[in-house]
């Protein structure tokens, strides 16, 4: 599996995230907001200030987002994976 190589906000509500393999994706943070792993304590202004490692996006308030569950968020027809939902 490929990992992550870098992340960055984009505009003001987009998160680009950058694969090894030469791949962004894109994920829309007023979506992310409805997860509710980011209900608590989180705002926009707060995933903006986001880490990364190889496997995975995280933030100071605890949330985090792996590589399997930033895919199925592309792959979900809304822009949020239902089996993310209630995480």
Known sequence: MTKIVGSAM???DMLDVHLANGHILL???QKMLTLSKFAVDMDLDKIRKLRYDEG???WEAGQTLTLAEIFSLV???DGVGSDLRDC
């Open 10 to 12: 984009v505009g003001s």
């Open 27 to 29: 994920l829309d943070c």
């Open 56 to 58: 995975q996006l995280f």
């Open 75 to 77: 792959a979900s027809e």
